[in-house]
């Protein structure tokens, strides 16, 4: 079905990245079979969330693991499961946290902003965040400390933290961790690894599941996460056509050959940045992604003087076009947009070099 024609919507060309305004990921066939499948049938659904526990566990090297909404959703049930655990009565009590240990402390750097503030995906729970702005271990030290929340993110800004040694540190403390890894899934064992308690990633993003928040990590932790679900988390939990397409969606990653893969990403890249070079008043490279993520992005640098355009004037002619083409447009101050084309076709990614030329013509 041509939802686009049928709905009069427009066809955009999104080289942005997983990105949520414009529909984050393209979900493969066999994902979408078993969401259509799923929406057919009854289940018990505690049956259903042990399965995609027992999956995401394999996948993650984690011990447990749930599914929620989306990965907001998930640092707010994440941050409740810190403050609660599993007592019925705290639970239905959020986001009224008196009596309860409620501090949540996260570094400046890591204060992200994905579409929402995520010091609101705290309060939300009831929790009071606290912006640890240089010692986070003298922010750890107050009694009341719930937990302490990380970031692996290209979204964080200032000098990297070594998650493992800020996990060490927390745990020192005896304050249980939570990263948000939401877009981290193709390196989740690595964030897993870390020895954070809680690891949170979006299950649309790279993995290409229906929106869904992913929780992954110590299995008692886990326990007072799905708990959530009688209280505050009622609002934020997964649909049963979410949680069978994260299944699908997992067992193709665990049959996913990596380095192919990569390889296949590397050569679109590499063929587009040599076709952009040749273009007047643009240069092109190949640049890695800065968190670790095993793919590399095209990162075209606008010579305004020759070009006759900058950088934002690119993005915006680019995106004012038919189709409109979305541009990764956060680094434009220095004169570079950047390009991921992962889940672009051949002829997307013809059209994106053709208005390319077009724009600087
Ligand atoms: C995308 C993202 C989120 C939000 O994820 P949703 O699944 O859309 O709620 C949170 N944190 C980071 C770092 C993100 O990249």
Redesign the pocket.
Same mark, same amino acid.
């Given at each position: 079905m041509d939802l686009h024609a049928r709905y009069r919507l427009t066809k955009v060309i999104n080289a942005r990245g @997983?990105f949520?305004p414009l529909g984050v990921s393209r979900s493969t066939p066999q994902v979408g079979e078993a969401v259509a499948a799923a929406l057919g049938e009854f289940f018990v659904i505690d049956e259903l969330q042990d399965r995609a526990s027992a999956a995401l566990a394999r996948w993650s090297g984690a011990e447990a693991g749930t599914v929620v909404h989306? $990965? $907001? $959703?998930a640092?707010t049930v994440s941050v409740a499961a810190t403050m609660t655990g599993t007592s019925a009565e705290k639970i239905a009590a959020l986001p009224d946290a008196t009596g309860l240990s409620s501090r949540v402390v996260i570094p400046a750097g890591h204060v992200?902003d994905?579409?929402q503030s995520?010091l609101q995906a705290i309060r939300l729970a009831g929790a009071a965040p606290v912006v640890a702005d240089g010692d986070i271990d003298a922010a750890l030290a107050h009694p009341e400390t719930a937990s302490l929340l990380l970031?692996s &993110?290209r979204?964080v800004r200032g000098p990297a933290l070594d998650l493992a040694e800020t996990v060490r540190a927390a745990h020192r403390r005896g304050v249980p961790v939570i990263i948000?890894a $939401?877009?981290q899934d193709l390196r989740v064992r690595d964030v897993v690894a870390t020895g954070a308690d809680l690891v949170l990633l &979006?299950g649309?993003?790279y993995l290409a599941s229906p @929106?869904a928040?992913l929780v992954v990590g110590r299995a008692a932790l886990l326990a007072a996460v799905r708990a959530q679900e009688k209280g505050i988390g009622r609002a934020m939990k997964a649909s049963k056509e979410a949680i069978a397409g994260v299944l699908a969606a997992l067992e193709a990653r665990e049959g996913m050959d990596l380095a192919a893969w990569q390889a296949v990403q590397r050569g679109k890249v590499s063929a587009f940045v040599e076709r952009v070079s040749r273009l007047p008043g643009l240069r092109a490279a190949v640049v890695d992604d800065p968190t670790g993520l095993p793919l590399a992005r095209a990162q075209v640098t606008v010579a305004p003087a020759r070009a006759r355009l900058d950088a934002a004037g690119l993005a915006s002619r680019l995106q004012a076009g038919d189709p409109p083409i979305w541009a990764m447009a956060h680094d434009t101050a220095r004169g570079n947009l950047v390009f991921e084309l992962v889940p672009l076709s051949d002829a997307e990614i013809e059209m994106i070099v053709v208005r390319l030329q077009q724009a600087i013509a």
């Amino acid at each position: 079905m041509d939802l686009h024609a049928r709905y009069r919507l427009t066809k955009v060309i999104n080289a942005r990245g @997983t990105f949520t305004p414009l529909g984050v990921s393209r979900s493969t066939p066999q994902v979408g079979e078993a969401v259509a499948a799923a929406l057919g049938e009854f289940f018990v659904i505690d049956e259903l969330q042990d399965r995609a526990s027992a999956a995401l566990a394999r996948w993650s090297g984690a011990e447990a693991g749930t599914v929620v909404h989306c $990965a $907001a $959703a998930a640092i707010t049930v994440s941050v409740a499961a810190t403050m609660t655990g599993t007592s019925a009565e705290k639970i239905a009590a959020l986001p009224d946290a008196t009596g309860l240990s409620s501090r949540v402390v996260i570094p400046a750097g890591h204060v992200v902003d994905y579409g929402q503030s995520i010091l609101q995906a705290i309060r939300l729970a009831g929790a009071a965040p606290v912006v640890a702005d240089g010692d986070i271990d003298a922010a750890l030290a107050h009694p009341e400390t719930a937990s302490l929340l990380l970031v692996s &993110s290209r979204l964080v800004r200032g000098p990297a933290l070594d998650l493992a040694e800020t996990v060490r540190a927390a745990h020192r403390r005896g304050v249980p961790v939570i990263i948000d890894a $939401a877009a981290q899934d193709l390196r989740v064992r690595d964030v897993v690894a870390t020895g954070a308690d809680l690891v949170l990633l &979006s299950g649309q993003k790279y993995l290409a599941s229906p @929106t869904a928040g992913l929780v992954v990590g110590r299995a008692a932790l886990l326990a007072a996460v799905r708990a959530q679900e009688k209280g505050i988390g009622r609002a934020m939990k997964a649909s049963k056509e979410a949680i069978a397409g994260v299944l699908a969606a997992l067992e193709a990653r665990e049959g996913m050959d990596l380095a192919a893969w990569q390889a296949v990403q590397r050569g679109k890249v590499s063929a587009f940045v040599e076709r952009v070079s040749r273009l007047p008043g643009l240069r092109a490279a190949v640049v890695d992604d800065p968190t670790g993520l095993p793919l590399a992005r095209a990162q075209v640098t606008v010579a305004p003087a020759r070009a006759r355009l900058d950088a934002a004037g690119l993005a915006s002619r680019l995106q004012a076009g038919d189709p409109p083409i979305w541009a990764m447009a956060h680094d434009t101050a220095r004169g570079n947009l950047v390009f991921e084309l992962v889940p672009l076709s051949d002829a997307e990614i013809e059209m994106i070099v053709v208005r390319l030329q077009q724009a600087i013509a």
